[in-house]
Nanobody, 125 residues
């Protein structure tokens, strides 16, 4: 059974920072790649960032490169997303996701089998 629980969302002003966390629980967690996605009501879920099983390979959506940093701590079963220089367009529900096996891209939502409930990020101008 896979459980993903996000936290760390909130309301911030533009230019501010947040650190999102995703506590994960599954057998052999070191075999799962993981990612962050976000969604605005009425829009499709979009990729934000992904990280491989060992934390040494990452991928980012162009819109967040240089501002967002994904990392994982397998010893503490936690996935992080450090978000700096927040913009109003970053407002969304942010979801943690996990998957395993061979993948084509860390940024394809279809590659992920497990999803958390989400944490809301709201950025005001």
């Amino acid at each position: 059974q896979v459980q993903l629980v996000e936290s760390g969302g909130g309301s911030v002003q533009a230019g501010g920072s947040l650190r999102l966390s995703c506590q994960y629980s599954m057998s052999h967690s070191y075999t799962y790649y993981m990612g962050w996605f976000r969604q605005v009501p009425g829009n499709e879920r979009e990729a934000v960032a992904g990280v491989n099983q060992f934390g040494d390979v990452t991928a980012y959506a162009d819109s967040v490169k240089g501002r967002f940093t994904i990392s994982r701590d397998n010893d503490n079963s936690t996935l992080y997303l450090q978000i700096n220089n927040l913009r109003p367009e970053d407002t969304a529900m942010y979801y943690c996701a996990a998957g395993m096996g061979k993948i084509r891209s860390l940024l394809h939502a279809s590659e992920y089998s497990y999803w958390g409930q989400g944490t809301q990020v709201t950025v005001s101008s």
